[in-house]
Nanobody, 124 residues
């Protein structure tokens, strides 16, 4: 059974930085994707960043390119999202997710979410 637990959210001023962490356990496939999604109040859940573990492919949504970085520490079973130059529009609940295939897709219904998410609030 796949389990994911996010942490690292908080309140930060615009221009600041945060690093989110996600501990992942129970993944048995060698081909899978790790992703970060976010959902702002009243909005649909959207993908922010994703990395395919088997292919090394990484993708970012346009609004975070150059500011956010997704990375992994396989020894710690942890995926990170480094968020720099944060903007008020980055305010959302951030979720970690995994998908048991090598190809990155943006549809959240293709992913497994396990945690409650972590709130990121960026003040102006």
């Amino acid at each position: 059974q796949v389990r994911l637990e996010e942490s690292g959210g908080g309140l930060v001023q615009a221009g600041g930085s945060l690093t989110l962490s996600c501990v992942v356990t129970g993944v048995t496939s060698s081909e899978y994707v790790m992703a970060w999604f976010r959902q702002a109040s009243g909005n649909q859940r959207e993908i922010v960043a994703a990395t395919s573990v088997s292919t090394g492919t990484t993708r970012y949504t346009d609004s975070v390119k150059g500011r956010f970085t997704i990375s992994r520490d396989d020894a710690k079973n942890t995926v990170y999202l480094q968020m720099n130059r944060l903007k008020p529009e980055d305010t959302a609940v951030y979720y970690c997710a995994t998908k048991g295939e090598a190809v990155i897709t943006t549809n959240p219904q293709r992913y497994t979410f396990g945690g409650q998410g972590t709130q990121v609030t960026v003040s102006s």
